[in-house]
């Protein structure tokens, strides 16, 4: 057990709707990044926040957004979905500062039908 | 434009045999690398780091090599078990940036008896 919390573990819904992944970093840790796995493929870094302030940013859609509450759990909100959207997403935590070992949660696996 | 690279998608070895994963980076500003294993419908687990001051990080049957100037570094399991059998990532990261962790698309290694 990471200590990293994601929920929902399963999630199916349409083309053109608006879902809401959480999740809960390990305690102490101020950052939280998500993550997307497509088809066995590699992971893509999507987006970091420390703290409850954005730090990086990778290859995320415009359509997709995430934040960091005052109680540092994370949500990514993925609107106006599309096929090409279903993925494993990951959210992973670190303390945030120096040489940072992060943990990953168990994952969320999107299905657009 | 991938910047951690693992070139082989796949490796087989017998149990008790060596394992050597391979990656390679482009970006010089790397100054942590991170090994990580998957299984299916899991997270990633956290296996072993090494920092660019080293060359060489042990724990246990797992080893990690660094080659600065050729921007390599390997993963080396002795002896191999066939629970080892998963996809290994390395990742990197430049903690005096974001530390966001850049991976690999991953290699699957499969032991067997």
């Known amino acids: 057990d990471s200590g990293v919390t994601q929920t929902p573990k399963h999630l199916i819904t349409a083309t053109g709707q608006r879902v809401t992944l959480r999740c809960s970093p390990r305690s102490g840790d101020l950052s939280v990044y998500w993550y997307q796995q497509s088809l066995d493929q590699g992971l893509q870094f999507l987006i970091q926040?420390?703290?409850?302030?954005?730090?990086a940013k990778g290859n995320i859609l415009e359509r997709f957004s995430a934040q960091q509450f005052p109680d540092l759990h994370s949500e990514l909100n993925l609107s106006s979905l599309e096929l090409g959207d279903s993925a494993l997403y990951f959210c992973?935590?670190?303390?945030?500062?120096?040489?940072?070992?992060?943990?990953f949660g168990q994952g969320t696996r999107l299905t657009v039908v | 434009d991938q910047q951690v690279k693992q070139n082989s998608p796949s490796l087989s070895v017998q149990e008790g045999r060596i394992s050597i994963l391979n990656c390679d980076y482009t970006?010089?500003?790397?100054?942590?690398f991170l090994w990580y294993k998957k299984y299916p419908a899991e997270g990633p687990t956290f296996l072993i780091s090494?920092?660019?001051?080293?060359d060489k990080n042990e724990d246990g049957r797992f080893t990690v090599f660094l080659n600065k100037s050729a921007k390599h570094l390997s993963l080396h399991i002795v002896p191999s078990q066939p629970g080892d059998s998963a996809v290994y990532f390395c990742a990197a990261s430049s903690p005096t940036s974001t530390d966001k962790l850049i991976f690999g698309t991953g290699t699957r290694l499969q032991v067997f008896p």
């Open positions: 992973a935590s670190s303390a945030g500062q120096g040489l940072n070992v992060a943990f």
């Open positions: 090494i920092s660019s001051i080293k």
């Open positions: 970006n010089s500003m790397f100054d942590y």
């Open positions: 926040y420390y703290n409850g302030e954005e730090r």
